[in-house]
Structure formats: C-alpha cells, structure tokens
C-alpha cells in the first residue's frame, strides 16, 4: 500500500484500528519502568500515547502523516 492509500484511509473520522494500546504492548510493557520507546508503524499512535501516559518518551511514526 502506498502512503496516498493509507492517508485516504485514516482521513476518515473513524479510528482505523482502536483507542486502547494493543494487547501485546500492555502485557509487556506495563510493569516496566517508563524509558524511552519508538513506535514504528504507529497508525493513529494509540500505543505511544498510551506509553507517555505512563512516563516514557514515546515517539509515533507511521507511512501516513495524515494518521499521526
């Protein structure tokens, strides 16, 4: 899929995956102490938010400007 692709999809005003961090990051992570993360592939950037809400430096990146 091409940015373009992705950007028309997040566009719309619905989450394209979901507000809560995903599953496997909050099995793992939450008992860790906050340290510094990159979420790769962020989409809307649940995850990283999710991490900063707990004290880590969370940076998102994603294809699509439009999802961050």
Do not use: C
């Amino acid at each position: 899929m091409t940015s373009e692709m992705w950007d028309e999809r997040y566009a719309t005003k619905e989450y394209v995956w979901a507000i809560e961090p995903n599953q496997f990051v909050k099995e793992h992570l939450t008992d860790l102490d906050p340290g510094t993360a990159i979420d790769l592939g962020a989409g809307e950037g649940r995850n990283a938010v999710w991490l900063a809400s707990l004290g880590w430096q969370a940076t998102a990146v994603d294809f699509s400007a439009v999802a961050l």
